[in-house]
């Protein structure tokens, strides 16, 4: 129930620029007719435009809907009909507006959009040598650029943090057992003062390219027990310098962005696992934290779908 002057006038505004797009459709969208459609072509109408009832930001978008989705129930009690879940149901749909209330207490994490992953994947993948016209990749990257794009392969293909990358040992990658000869399938990640020791599974993808790496740090005898050395004798990768290599990756291959850094590769490899149904427990044990910390994730992911 409305108690201030300023919340009734608010909602006011807001219903009389949703009605008034209902009524300028062709037919005339009704409280019978609407349907999930609707809401998001008038959603869609809407973006770009700064307007007095501010429907298009996450917060007001879920006040509107709420609001329309009041209305809907209180027509159906008027004339004993089901009420319509059409503006439930686009709630549900839009994670950023379902969870505009909790934004900034919990906020949601930058990931890679699908096509991103796709783009960044492909790109990645061109460090190894392949049959046909890319056979000539290895001579034509420094082993340092061939690292690079194999420790940021392994933040998107492992969910690995920076320092993870840079603590990595020759004894993290397990081959044996896998169903690829020589192939890594999982990692060992040495822990730290902020997680545990743990193990974690290698994307197929992502274990190609350390295969490659691993035969390209031993031709090149590259000494020292790191997996992913600043120099050929073995010095340890240092956070300045393994920070921009990644960003340099990440400009190259067309994701670069301000937001959320190499995180986001970290990000993409926990929601990808969640979207393909791997139980939140497992993923956390994968990543090297709390279960309770996965509910930033389910924000995102509120269900399993499917993901090529």
């Given at each position: 129930?409305?108690?201030?002057?300023?919340?009734?006038?608010v909602y006011q505004d807001m219903w009389a620029a949703f009605s008034a797009w209902c009524l300028a459709q062709s037919p005339v969208?009704?409280?019978?007719?609407?349907?999930?459609?609707?809401?998001?072509?008038?959603?869609?109408?809407?973006?770009?435009?700064?307007?007095?009832?501010?429907?298009?930001?996450?917060?007001?978008?879920?006040?509107?809907?709420?609001?329309?989705?009041?209305?809907l129930r209180h027509h159906a009690a008027q004339i004993d009909a089901a009420p319509n879940p059409s503006a439930a149901d686009w709630?549900?749909?839009?994670?950023?507006?379902?969870?505009?209330?909790?934004?900034?207490?919990?906020?949601?994490?930058?990931?890679?959009?699908?096509?991103?992953?796709?783009?960044?994947?492909?790109?990645?993948?061109?460090?190894?040598?392949?049959?046909?016209?890319?056979?000539?990749?290895?001579?034509?990257?420094?082993?340092?650029?061939?690292?690079?794009?194999?420790?940021?392969?392994?933040?998107?293909?492992?969910?690995?943090?920076?320092?993870?990358?840079?603590?990595?040992?020759?004894?993290?990658?397990?081959?044996?057992?896998?169903?690829?000869?020589?192939?890594?399938?999982?990692?060992?990640?040495?822990?730290?003062?902020?997680?545990?020791?743990?193990?974690?599974?290698?994307?197929?993808?992502?274990?190609?390219?350390?295969?490659?790496?691993?035969?390209?740090?031993?031709?090149?005898?590259?000494?020292?027990?790191?997996?992913?050395?600043?120099?050929?004798?073995?010095?340890?990768?240092?956070?300045?310098?393994?920070?921009?290599?990644?960003?340099?990756?990440?400009?190259?291959?067309?994701?670069?962005?301000?937001?959320?850094?190499?995180?986001?590769?970290?990000?993409?490899?926990?929601?990808?696992?969640?979207?393909?149904?791997?139980?939140?427990?497992?993923?956390?044990?994968?990543?090297?934290?709390?279960?309770?910390?996965?509910?930033?994730?389910?924000?995102?992911?509120?269900?399993?779908v499917e993901v090529v």
């Amino acid at each position: 129930m409305l108690r201030r002057d300023g919340s009734i006038s608010v909602y006011q505004d807001m219903w009389a620029a949703f009605s008034a797009w209902c009524l300028a459709q062709s037919p005339v969208v009704t409280l019978s007719s609407l349907g999930l459609a609707d809401l998001h072509a008038f959603q869609a109408a809407r973006f770009g435009r700064k307007t007095s009832d501010l429907s298009l930001t996450p917060r007001y978008a879920l006040r509107l809907m709420r609001l329309i989705d009041r209305v809907l129930r209180h027509h159906a009690a008027q004339i004993d009909a089901a009420p319509n879940p059409s503006a439930a149901d686009w709630i549900a749909s839009n994670p950023m507006v379902r969870y505009a209330d909790s934004a900034q207490a919990d906020p949601l994490p930058e990931y890679l959009s699908t096509a991103e992953a796709r783009q960044l994947i492909a790109f990645l993948s061109e460090a190894r040598p392949r049959p046909g016209s890319r056979r000539d990749a290895r001579a034509a990257l420094t082993w340092q650029e061939v690292r690079n794009r194999v420790s940021v392969a392994l933040q998107l293909g492992v969910g690995l943090t920076p320092g993870d990358v840079r603590a990595l040992t020759l004894d993290s990658p397990v081959s044996q057992g896998g169903r690829v000869r020589e192939r890594p399938w999982k990692l060992h990640v040495p822990g730290d003062g902020n997680s545990p020791a743990r193990e974690a599974p290698v994307a197929p993808w992502a274990a190609e390219l350390l295969r490659h790496w691993l035969v390209v740090r031993s031709e090149l005898a590259i000494a020292g027990a790191f997996l992913f050395p600043s120099t050929r004798t073995g010095k340890q990768w240092q956070k300045p310098s393994q920070y921009e290599c990644a960003r340099r990756v990440l400009e190259e291959a067309g994701v670069d962005s301000q937001e959320g850094g190499s995180f986001r590769l970290r990000h993409t490899f926990a929601i990808r696992q969640l979207r393909r149904g791997s139980p939140p427990e497992q993923v956390a044990r994968w990543l090297g934290i709390e279960a309770v910390k996965m509910k930033r994730y389910e924000h995102v992911v509120p269900r399993p779908v499917e993901v090529v």
